[in-house]
T-cell receptor
Framework: GDSVTQTEGQVALSEEDFLTIHCNYS??????LFWYVQYPGEGPQFLFR?????EKGSSRGFEATYDKGTTSFHLRKASVQESDSAVYYC????????????FGAGTRLKVIA | GALVYQYPRRTICKSGTSMRMECQAV??????VAWYRQSPQKTFELIAL?????????EQNFTQEKFPISHPNLSFSSMTVLNAYLEDRGLYLC???????????FGPGTRLTVL
């Protein structure tokens, strides 16, 4: 079945560190790939998406590149801030008659000032 | 901008009773609405996908008899948790998909506590 795997359950960094959160997917078709961010007490917020191989999505300093060869969509940021502390979800979207999303388990990022 | 409202934000109900939650899309037309449950153990569980003028598709382990959904127009959806028990606790999220894009916008969720 279709699935998304996020390797890191939790990541702890200091401000200005480089961030990588790994995301790999498995899908029956050609999915769109998404990153969402969720702050405490709120619903997930759309960060960005990529729809085709080699396409780069970006927002707020975060970026990820769709890699069909390695089935990956890793999230990166060059210099994290304390305000980036949140849970990050990788997701895929597939049109299977109805448009369906599959989410990864999430990665909790804690940035220490 | 695109916003999704959910009501109520929090609710507490006694075991065996039912509660209804609502989802409203503002600033865009939602061709489909997905209801999810988020719990500490199971991240996002898709409950059902509702598309206006089409049958609602429930995921495995979720049924219409337990989670009836109404989606009468492109901006509003409601779901009821019938006969709630402890295992139904969690944050119920509504994700509304914009007709003109792939983006799915989430509401803040309805947190259900069952006593």
């Amino acid at each position: 079945g279709d699935s998304v795997t996020q390797t890191e359950g939790q990541v702890a960094l200091s401000e200005e560190d480089f961030l990588t959160i790994h995301c790999n997917y498995s899908a029956s078709g050609y999915p769109a790939l998404f990153w969402y961010v969720q702050y405490p007490g709120e619903g997930p917020q759309f960060l960005f998406r990529a729809s085709r191989d080699k396409e780069k999505g970006s927002s707020r300093g975060f970026e990820a590149t769709y890699d069909k060869g390695t089935t990956s969509f890793h999230l990166r940021k060059a210099s994290v801030q304390e305000s980036d502390s949140a849970v990050y979800y990788c997701a895929l979207g597939l049109n299977t008659g109805n448009y369906k999303y599959v989410f990864g388990a999430g990665t909790r990022l804690k940035v220490i000032a | 901008g695109a916003l999704v409202y959910q009501y109520p934000r929090r609710t507490i109900c006694k075991s065996g009773t039912s509660m209804r939650m609502e989802c409203q899309a503002v600033g865009f037309q939602a061709t489909s609405v997905a209801w999810y449950r988020q719990s500490p153990q199971k991240t996002f569980e898709l409950i059902a996908l509702s598309t206006v003028n089409s049958a609602i598709k429930y995921e495995q382990n979720f049924t219409q008899e337990k989670f009836p959904i109404s989606h009468p127009n492109l901006s509003f959806s409601s779901m009821t948790v019938l006969n709630a028990y402890l295992e139904d606790r969690g944050l119920y999220l509504c994700g509304a998909r914009d007709t003109s894009s792939y983006e799915q916008y989430f509401g803040p969720g309805t947190r259900l506590t069952v006593l």
